[in-house]
Structure formats: structure tokens, C-alpha cells
């Protein structure tokens, strides 16, 4: 246990609905990262909180997609319209540090859109 | 984009031969760090390279950054059925925020 989790472990939705996960990092970690990992693949990276400000986002990542870490604690990932390219574990990292980050990663949310 | 490739894709061997993976990125990095995810849980980290040429060892695990910064590899001497799982390079492109991961190598132990 790293401890980062996540919420819920498991997600199946309708194609369509909107799903919303959840992530509580390690509390002195200030970096925040969302990724999103299929079978066979690594993770890609979704997007960057620094504190409460998002920093960088992924040109992949398209606008149904949206990411939010209010007060710099928890944050949230909603993803709007699901399709069912969306199925996959989304993963989220914490990190400190000043020079490189070493990423701690929660267990992740399965996502399964029918 | 910056992309980063592992070799091979897949690995089977018999406990107590070695392994290797090898890592390239289309881009010079900053430093390079390597993840072990077990199946069914999450990347786990394992070491971060930072200069040119760097060697480091974790027991049977040696890491190494490549001269130009653009290539690594994971070696492991004597595997043991505990070595199983992918092993993911994963690296970051100066003043970068995100880190960009490899494609993976699997590997499988058998006794």
C-alpha cells in the first residue's frame, strides 16, 4: 500500500453516462497525476496538478474529459458521455520533490463502459 | 511527440537465467526512472537514473543510462519467480511536466 487510493476500485456504466473517480494522494505530496492505462500499455499521461493548479493536460485528452484538485488535496476526474473507447484503469500518482519525482501510484479505477 | 520504446515486448525464461530490457526514447531526457507492475496492481517504483552513463544496482537488478541520455536498460541476473510482472522505463524530457512510459516488457519466470 503506497498509500494513494482511489474511488471507486470498479466502475461499470451505460455508454453515454458520466462517471466521476477520485483520489486522495499522500497528504505532504503536492504533484498530482492522472493516467490512464490499457491492456498491453503503460500508462499515458492525462493530466498535472501542482497543489490546486493544473499545469499541463494532454493533447489527447479530449473535452469530456476534465480533472479537478480543489485546496490542493483530493482530486477528481469526470469523464462526460462515455464512450466505450474509454474502458481502461485509470491511475492516479502522487509525488514531492524538487529535481525528479519519484511517483507513487494508487491501485486505480476500472472503468468499463457497455 | 516524445515517444519511448521498450524491447523485447515479452520475455519467458527459466528461473535462474538472466533478463534484459532495453529502453529508447525519440527524445534526449532528463533522467529515467523504471516501474515494476506485478499483474493485477499498480506500477511500483523502482529506481531513477539521472546522469549520463549512470550504473546503479539493486541487489540482482542493474540499471544503466545510456551516454546520450536516450536509451537505458534493466538487467536481472538469476531470476526468481518473484521477478515476474512488466517492467516499464519511463521517462522525463527537460523542464517537462509529465512523464512519458515506455511500452512495457513482460516478463514471465517459469521453475
Known amino acids: 500500500d503506497t498509500g494513494v487510493s482511489q474511488n471507486p476500485r470498479h466502475k461499470i456504466t451505460k455508454r453515454g453516462q458520466n462517471v466521476t473517480f477520485r483520489c486522495d494522494p499522500i497528504s505532504e505530496h503536492n504533484r498530482l497525476y492522472w493516467y490512464r492505462q490499457t491492456l498491453g500499455q503503460g500508462p499515458e499521461f492525462l493530466t498535472y496538478f501542482q497543489n490546486e493548479a493544473q499545469l499541463e493536460k494532454s493533447r489527447l485528452l479530449s473535452d469530456r474529459f476534465s480533472a479537478e484538485r480543489p485546496k490542493g488535496s483530493f482530486s477528481t476526474l469526470e469523464i462526460q458521455r462515455t464512450e466505450q473507447g474509454d474502458s481502461a484503469m485509470y491511475l492516479c500518482?502522487?509525488?514531492?520533490?524538487?529535481?525528479?519525482?519519484?511517483?507513487?501510484f494508487g491501485p486505480g479505477t476500472r472503468l468499463t463502459v457497455t | 511527440g516524445q515517444q519511448v520504446m521498450q524491447i523485447p515486448q515479452y520475455q519467458h525464461v527459466q528461473e535462474g537465467e538472466d533478463f534484459t530490457t532495453y529502453c529508447n526514447s525519440s527524445?534526449?531526457?532528463?533522467?529515467i526512472q523504471w516501474y515494476k507492475q506485478r499483474p493485477g496492481g499498480h506500477p511500483v517504483f523502482l529506481i531513477q537514473l539521472v546522469k549520463s552513463g549512470e550504473v546503479k544496482k539493486q541487489k540482482r537488478l542493474t540499471f544503466q543510462f545510456g551516454e546520450a541520455k536516450k536509451n537505458s536498460s534493466l538487467h536481472i541476473t538469476a531470476t526468481q519467480t518473484t521477478d515476474v510482472g512488466t517492467y516499464f522505463c519511463a521517462g522525463w524530457a527537460g523542464g517537462g511536466n509529465k512523464l512519458t512510459f515506455g511500452t512495457g516488457t513482460q516478463l514471465k519466470v517459469e521453475l
Open positions: 500518482a502522487s509525488a514531492v520533490g524538487t529535481v525528479a519525482y519519484e511517483q507513487y
Open positions: 527524445t534526449t531526457l532528463s533522467n
